[in-house]
């Protein structure tokens, strides 16, 4: 039995549609905070279960019988190690055999701000005893969908990186990488550096941006204060723009791209060029 947890999120729902093409669904299990959102992939076939971070009741109850659980990282940034800790202890408990945790490149040295409960996360995974596997992914492409929609219409991509490059790839190419674990073998107490095949500029986004949609698109670097400051005043919480700031600081830094190969490994194909991956949001646009 594999269990994934988060599945009404965005990645987790793309790792169960996966799952069901590969193996029976009443062997998936779609742990879900809300049941009521689940409907689409009750109607795959999977058994769906509630599983909140904050209620380990649940978790234990939404983990019977696994032998595989994906450990979606949660999206409460403040309070996932806790979260993340009541999860792996249902795990144990339960007697998950093989615990798979979505992390984030480097996460073990990495200076991003999100890192940090990353790496917490796998020291309490590596301390219950649980066989791991940690897949530590760089960005989505899918967060720059905002951004390339202000591209179209003002003719820049904004952003405080300088020419720092980024492994991004759609969610789509991770998710696949999750389900090539979950099903295979021999992944016991690995960690995979997860990444594009060629990591790309914000420059890079901007000439793709520019040759897709055909408009004048150019890259506009401004200093990180600066670009925090543009960031509010368009509307963003001021914690989200220090996040966005502190990202551009990591790419320019080098710490979300990364040449292990890993991803293209798993998934036994290239990873999603970029310009495939700007054409689908531009068609996400409209």
Not at 231 to 240: K, S, T
């Amino acid at each position: 039995m594999i269990v994934v947890t988060g599945a009404t999120g965005h990645l987790g729902r793309l790792v169960v549609e996966a799952l069901v093409q590969k193996v029976p669904a009443d062997q998936v299990v779609a742990a879900v905070r809300n049941p009521e959102k689940a409907a689409g992939l009750a109607a795959l076939g999977v058994q769906v279960r509630t599983a909140d971070y904050d209620q380990p009741s649940t978790l234990t109850e939404a983990f019977a019988g696994a032998d595989k659980v994906l450990l979606v990282s949660g999206s409460e940034v403040g309070r996932r190690v806790a979260q993340h800790t009541a999860a792996v202890q249902a795990a144990k408990a339960a007697g998950v055999t093989h615990l798979i945790y979505t992390s984030i490149l480097r996460a073990d040295t990495s200076t991003i701000g999100l890192a940090s409960e990353h790496k917490a996360t796998e020291d309490v995974v590596r301390d219950s005893g649980i066989p791991f596997t940690f897949l530590r992914n760089s960005w989505y492409t899918e967060n720059y969908e905002q951004a390339v929609a202000q591209a179209v219409a003002t003719g820049a991509v904004l952003g405080s990186a300088g020419e720092g490059k980024a492994g991004g790839v759609p969610r789509e190419d991770y998710a696949g990488a999750a389900v090539e674990v979950l099903i295979g073998t021999g992944h016991e107490n690995k960690v995979y550096e997860l990444a594009a095949d060629e990591a790309w500029s914000y420059t890079d986004l901007a000439e793709a941006i520019a040759r897709i949609s055909g408009k004048p698109v150019s890259y506009q670097d401004v200093p990180a204060e600066q670009h925090r400051s543009i960031l509010v005043g368009a509307g963003l919480p001021e914690f989200v723009a220090d996040m966005l700031v502190d990202a551009d600081r990591a790419i320019a830094a080098g710490e979300l791209a990364s040449d292990s190969g890993d991803l293209r490994a798993l998934l036994g194909r290239p990873t999603t060029p970029l310009d495939t991956a700007v054409t689908a949001l531009l068609k996400n646009l409209g």
